[in-house]
């Protein structure tokens, strides 16, 4: 079931990235919009995190289902993998940093709105390193020779890792406490270019195509 409803999500994906790309073109050529906030890099960018992530998840949700039929006739020791793993635990983790980034990305892209803060980013950051550092200490000790719970163990640390790098949770603390008073309202773009192509060029946008004209 979850890994059907992850691969809806990334098809569904590319059409949100198509319907923002002509309203950016609408906006362009609409003159009332001389003088307002451009909210389409935030968004653009937040909707490319959001596409990686969506990928990196339906790839943990297959190596779940993969060990999950590995195990089809030790149904227990399946279950026992997956409280040793405290499975439940990183689902709750990777949902509030996915959910903290949302929250942003969308706020940004209303101007009238209060920006959220910045401890509210902290908390999920910090819930991403607490699963990456207990995954990362189930390789090193688990004393198990066990080929499906090493890469079941792996697969979910290679999420947690493409999470934090996708959504720079640290970079946009960093971006929302640099000055006193307002902060910025374009963390999420900012914190995408560090180490990036410029904003606009054809890497930057790779994964926002535009429509094909008929």
């Known amino acids: 079931r979850w890994l059907g409803e992850a691969r809806r999500l990334t098809h569904d994906i590319p059409n949100v990235g198509n319907v923002l790309i002509r309203a950016e073109e609408s906006r362009r050529l609409n003159l009332r919009a001389v003088g307002t906030a451009d909210v389409g890099p935030g968004l653009r960018h937040g909707l490319e995190a959001l596409e990686h992530s969506s990928v990196a998840v339906r790839s943990m949700f297959r ?57 509210q980013l902290r908390s999920a950051s910090e819930g991403l390193k607490e699963a990456r550092a207990r995954l990362t200490d189930l390789v090193l000790i688990d004393p198990r020779d066990d080929a499906t719970m ?65």
């Open 150 to 214: 090493a890469e079941l163990n792996f697969a979910l640390l290679t999420t947690v890792r493409r999470l934090r790098s996708e959504l720079r949770l640290d970079d946009l603390i960093r971006h929302l406490e640099r000055r006193p008073g307002p902060a910025p309202r374009h963390a999420v773009a900012l914190s995408r270019m560090v180490d990036r192509e410029p904003l606009g060029s054809s890497s930057a946008r790779r994964t926002l195509r535009r429509p094909r004209r008929k």
């Open 63 to 119: 190596a779940l289902d993969d060990a999950a039929r590995g195990r089809e006739s030790q149904s227990r020791e399946f279950s026992e993998d997956v409280q040793v793993i405290a499975v439940s635990m990183l689902f709750r983790e990777l949902a509030a940093a996915v959910r903290a980034y949302g929250r942003l990305v969308r706020t940004e892209a209303q101007p009238g709105q209060h920006l959220p803060e910045p401890d």
